[in-house]
């Protein structure tokens, strides 16, 4: 059973990232917007969608079960991508923003923790890291090929590129229903504060997961920021067909990465491959940012090579430091965080970038993430 629900999982993983707009999303917010900072916006109405209901579907994945959860983001992704290749407006492209962010709140914490779930049915925990990683490549693998043909579909038709991302939504959808539902080995009887006390209690008393969790807050609000701000720096330095160009060969860095990680950290352990990969894609980012050539996007584009194994050995460390009984909510709450402190900053960098332009304000995004290389520091020294 695990390897059949192994094989949906990982058909989930792929459709549901097979978005063919993700990756020139800015620009096509722009493009029906007019504007940076108001493109900016719709990604931060995502963060602050998910923001909101993060602890909710936490709550709803302990309670009511993992695989329940991913048939309900699978529907909201459907709806959210519909909405999007409907937008004629703003109003269109804010409501497909709430909707995203629901189904984001759906899949964060709640995933992990059903794969986590399954392998921990059959006494194979040990393999989470490397099952993990080769998830994380299979997503890589739908970035790629979405970046691959979505820039040269972008250069001829947005209408095209939009429709056929809901039908890749629609196949998600559907594997999601043929996922088995995962044994609920510690249910909860709690109420709703009394369960979010349970978890908040988890970050108190434990500094590690304390660490952990304020190096994915800060690094993911700030490094996917850059990451969204990366196709306007392409464009300013390529044309808009070759935008896919530059996805595409990242996506492809980032599913080398994740297909290795669990060799990778296995060799290096997981402090050093956290520190190491941080250190990588900032130097990746400023670099090219700050001597910009015909070569940077590509510099840019190698910078996720590392970010596999670096969101596999956080991941692996998390999962050891959650509690059963609200593995998906204390993902959540952190998730949560992330998500607002993404919202302002992603709407900042928008702003920013109207201002002094893309690969400027590219630049100071990384000035922000020095913090997190300390932290990193910190945890290669703690772990």
């Known amino acids: 059973m695990t390897h059949k629900t192994l094989t949906f999982l990982r058909c989930f993983y792929f459709f549901s990232e097979l978005k063919f707009y993700h990756s020139i999303a800015l620009i096509y917010f722009a493009h029906v917007t007019g504007s940076w900072m108001m493109a900016a916006s719709i990604i931060s109405i995502t963060q602050i969608s ?160 304390r660490l952990l969790s304020l190096s994915v807050i800060l690094g993911n609000g700030i490094g996917l920021s850059a990451w969204s701000l990366q196709p306007a720096v392409f464009n300013a330095i390529w044309p808009l067909w070759a935008v896919g160009v530059a996805r595409a060969f990242q996506a492809a860095t980032a599913m080398l990465g994740g297909y290795l990680s669990g060799s990778i950290i296995k060799r290096l352990h997981a402090r050093r491959v956290i520190l190491f990969g941080s250190i990588y894609a900032w130097l990746a980012n400023i670099i090219p940012a700050l001597f910009p050539s015909p070569v940077a996007p590509l510099l840019i584009a190698s910078s996720p090579i590392l970010d596999g194994p670096q969101t596999t050995a956080i991941e692996t460390l998390l999962q050891g430091e959650f509690s059963e009984r609200q593995r998906a909510t204390m993902a959540s709450l952190s998730a949560l965080v992330g998500s607002l402190f993404y919202a302002g900053f992603a709407f900042a960098t928008g702003a920013v970038a109207d201002i002094i332009g893309p690969i400027q304000t590219l630049v100071v995004v990384q000035l922000f993430l020095l913090p997190v290389l300390l932290i990193n520091w910190r945890l290669a020294r703690l772990l």
């Not at 559907?174 to 510690?186: G, H």
């Open 50 to 209: 998910a923001a909101i209901f993060e602890v909710p579907t936490g709550v709803f994945s302990d309670w009511v079960g993992r695989q329940r959860t991913i048939v309900l983001g699978a529907s909201c992704g459907v709806l959210a991508v519909t909405s999007y290749a409907i937008g004629a407006n703003y109003g269109w492209l804010a409501f497909g923003a709430i909707l995203e962010g629901a189904a984001r709140a759906c899949y964060s914490g709640n995933n992990s923790a059903y794969l986590y779930n399954i392998l921990s049915q059959t006494n194979k925990i040990d393999t989470y890291a490397n099952h993990f990683g080769k998830l994380y490549s299979l997503s890589a693998l739908a970035e790629l090929v979405s970046t691959l043909m979505g820039g040269f579909m972008a250069a001829r038709s947005f209408n095209v590129l939009m429709w056929l991302s809901v039908a890749t939504q629609i196949a998600g959808l559907l594997v999601s229903l043929l996922l088995p539902k995962e044994n609920k080995t510690a249910p909860s009887r709690s109420t709703f504060r009394l369960h979010l006390l349970e978890a908040l209690d988890g970050f108190r008393h434990n500094p590690k997961l």
